[in-house]
């Protein structure tokens, strides 16, 4: 499942623990905004995982899962740079 995941942190400790848990599953493309493609099982795991760094009232995230049937709909205007890659894993 590809995923659109945006997230608004109000404390700075829980929001890099946030975005560490982010990029164990995807790339982030904005400062807040991470891409990623993941299974089921795993997107419950991301869910579980940030929802323990999270305090409820105070921070939110946000899932949008993306359709493989739109993928062809979406366009970037600007700058198309991702903020942080990992790299190539090739097996």
């Known amino acids: 499942m590809n995923m659109?995941?945006?997230y608004d942190?109000?404390?700075g400790r829980r929001l890099q623990r946030v975005a560490k848990v982010m990029l164990d599953y995807g790339l982030r493309?904005?400062?807040s905004i991470f891409e990623a493609d993941v299974s089921l099982a795993q997107f419950r795991e991301l869910r579980d995982r940030t929802e323990a760094e999270m305090d409820f009232l105070?921070?939110?995230v946000k899932y949008f899962p993306l359709c493989k049937q739109?993928?062809?709909l979406w366009?970037?205007?600007g700058e198309?740079?991702?903020v942080e890659?990992?790299?190539f894993l090739v097996l």
Do not use: K, P, S, W
């Open 4 to 6: 659109l995941i945006t």
């Open 9 to 11: 942190i109000a404390n």
């Open 29 to 31: 493309v904005q400062r």
């Open 58 to 60: 105070e921070d939110g």
């Open 70 to 72: 739109c993928d062809y």
């Open 75 to 77: 366009y970037v205007v």
């Open 80 to 82: 198309n740079l991702v």
């Open 85 to 87: 890659d990992r790299g």
